[in-house]
């Protein structure tokens, strides 16, 4: 019974990234009032939003957005359509944005948003109402210097346009700073899409350097054939990793020859699926399990766990996902001496990105493709060898060296306006 209790809690998304705050605000001397401070959003919308279907009834979805701490500068974060959202998942999604913001050194505090829904089993007509309808409910508290939404699992750049949209037509004026992600044409930002990944490729090739790994013909596996994922896959493969195995939320696919990547991507669809198309698939459990020197869970959270963190056979272990490893498992890992890059720190790319494509609105001047790979490779590169760095020094992990930079122009922003 303990033990479930115990089990419970390292799945509990929320309470493990609560302690690891605890943790880093006591080695860098805060008081409790911070971490009372830091450990929940600010502020926690519930919404409920009626669509209509297209078969003429109407359906109720909740949704929730999330800002955990706006001392810094307006919040910004995501909006995931999945029918697993829930609301501590949304806080935890909100302070991890706070910790990316921080690590990267970003003029923004963290927010998060979700709507319980299954995107797959919808047609496009509804979800666009659904977009619309979030937008609605929520239109009170985001806004250009208030909160700016982006994408996350399962929204893309049509629904970012959509909800674009909805919010220019209830303030009646063109605001293009409200959402990032967007379509370039919408004034979107070159580079925002394949963002993530190109902040996870910089990281990879940063560990690999650390442990001595030539990433040519090193054997790469990927959880998650999405944004993150895919884009991940083809980089790879660009820099000569045999990518030897992916996943998506139906199955797995491995070729210890290295995958036809080219082929993958031109099958998958838009929610991130290809492997459906296969016969021989194997688990998402057994993928993790791959001989291989780098793994990259880019799906979902607690993928590795202290169930599996023993037979997990990478030296390095990059997480673009959010939250895909446990604390217990990442003791399990540092242990064995895997090298652990957190996720707050390897999938920052999408913020930084969609960072610029927002100074890049405020400004009303774009820039060149060119020009935001250079600036995200300066910043990924700089963040990597700051938590690279404190973690030898303060011998501790990659993942609590990454929550004390993290932590720490939010808690001076919040003493010096006077919160605690
Ligand atoms: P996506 O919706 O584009 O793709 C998600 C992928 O995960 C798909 O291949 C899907 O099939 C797979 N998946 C879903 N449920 C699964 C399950 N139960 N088991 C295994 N696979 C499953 O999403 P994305 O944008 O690529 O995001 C993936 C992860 O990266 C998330 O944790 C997200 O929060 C994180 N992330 C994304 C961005 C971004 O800019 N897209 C930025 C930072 C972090």
């Not at 921080?102 to 666009?128: A, N, Q, T, W």
């Not at 673009?320 to 999938?347: F, H, K």
Request: charged content about 25%.
């Amino acid at each position: 019974m303990a033990e479930n209790k115990q089990q419970a809690e390292q799945l509990d998304v929320l309470a493990a990234t609560q302690s690891v705050i605890k943790k880093a605000l006591d080695k860098l001397g805060y008081p409790d009032e911070m971490y009372e401070l830091m450990k929940e959003p600010i502020r926690m919308l519930t919404v409920r939003i009626p669509v209509k279907m297209d078969d003429g009834s109407t359906n109720i979805f909740t949704g929730y957005r999330a800002q955990h701490n706006d001392s810094v500068g307006p919040t910004k974060g995501g909006v995931r359509f999945h029918p697993s959202v829930t609301e501590k998942e949304v806080k935890a999604l909100s302070i991890w944005m706070s910790l990316k913001a921080g690590i990267v050194d970003l003029p923004y505090g963290g927010g998060k948003g979700g709507i319980i829904c299954d995107p797959r089993e919808m047609s496009f007509r509804e979800l666009e109402r659904i977009s619309r309808g979030y937008v609605r409910a929520i239109s009170q508290i985001v806004g250009p210097t208030k909160d700016i939404p982006a994408p996350d699992v399962f929204t893309n750049s049509q629904i970012m346009a959509w909800m674009l949209d909805e919010y220019s037509r209830i303030r009646e004026f063109d605001s293009p700073g409200f959402i990032t992600g967007k379509p370039l044409v919408l004034g979107g930002s070159h580079g925002r899409e394949s963002a993530t990944a190109k902040g996870v490729t910089i990281c990879i090739r940063e560990a690999a350097k650390k442990k001595g790994i030539d990433l040519d013909g090193a054997r790469v596996v990927i959880q998650g054939f999405g944004n993150a994922g895919s884009f991940l896959a083809k980089f790879m493969h660009d820099a000569g990793a045999l990518v030897v195995g992916i996943s998506d939320a139906y199955g797995g696919l491995y070729d210890p020859d290295g995958l036809d990547i080219d082929y993958l991507l031109d099958r998958r669809d838009s929610f991130g699926t290809v492997t459906k198309l296969f016969r021989d698939t194997i688990s998402n459990q057994e993928l993790l399990e791959l001989d291989c020197d780098i793994l990259v869970p880019a799906a979902i959270e607690n993928q590795i766990t202290e169930a599996n963190a023993d037979r997990i056979k990478a030296s390095i272990v990059v997480e673009a996902a959010n939250g895909p490893t446990t604390m217990e498992a990442t003791r399990i890992l540092t242990e064995r001496d895997v090298l652990l890059v957190p996720d707050v720190l390897a999938s920052a790319g999408g913020v930084t990105v969609s960072y610029f494509e927002w100074v890049q609105n405020n400004q009303g001047y774009y820039w060149t493709e060119d020009e935001v790979e250079g600036k995200l490779e300066a910043v990924m590169v700089g963040s990597f060898e700051n938590i690279y760095n404190l973690a030898r020094v303060r011998k501790v992990d990659m993942r609590l060296a990454a929550y004390m930079i993290g932590v720490r122009k939010m808690a001076e922003a919040s003493r010096f306006r006077g919160w605690v």
